[in-house]
Nanobody, 126 residues
Framework: QVQLVESGGGLVQAGGSLRLSCAASGRTFSNYAMGWFRQAPGKEREFVAGISSRSGGSTLYADSVKGRFTISRDNAKNTVYLQMNSLKPEDTAVYYC??????????????????WGQGTQVTVSS
């Protein structure tokens, strides 16, 4: 069983930055591929970014955030991060951290992830 706790959300002006953190419980964090998803009101949950297990040598980003967001992991701290720069009002959503315990590589679909955090709100004002 893995528990995920997100933090770092908040209110920021357009063009600003935020860094989200996701702390995971358990001793096998490094074995999990990790992902960030987001869900805006009235919309489906969508993939934002993912990072492979172990060293995190493989990453994947949604086209909408490519070049602005960076995902990283620190296995010693059991934490995955999402650095968000040049934020836009359309980035406003609840951001969720997720863990995939079955695959080492990055998958964009929500179905691939078996553990989810409770989410953290990100609001970008224009």
């Amino acid at each position: 069983q893995v528990q995920l706790v997100e933090s770092g959300g908040g209110l920021v002006q357009a063009g600003g930055s935020l860094r989200l953190s996701c702390a995971a419980s358990g001793r096998t964090f490094s074995n999990y591929a990790m992902g960030w998803f987001r869900q805006a009101p009235g919309k489906e949950r969508e993939f934002v970014a993912g990072i492979s297990s172990r060293s995190g040598g493989s990453t994947l980003y949604a086209d909408s955030v490519k070049g602005r967001f960076t995902i990283s992991r620190d296995n010693a701290k059991n934490t995955v991060y999402l650095q968000m720069n040049s934020l836009k009002p359309e980035d406003t959503a609840v951001y969720y951290c997720a863990a995939d315990s079955r695959r080492g590589g990055v998958v964009a679909g929500t179905h691939a992830y078996d553990y989810w955090g409770q989410g953290t709100q990100v609001t970008v004002s224009s």
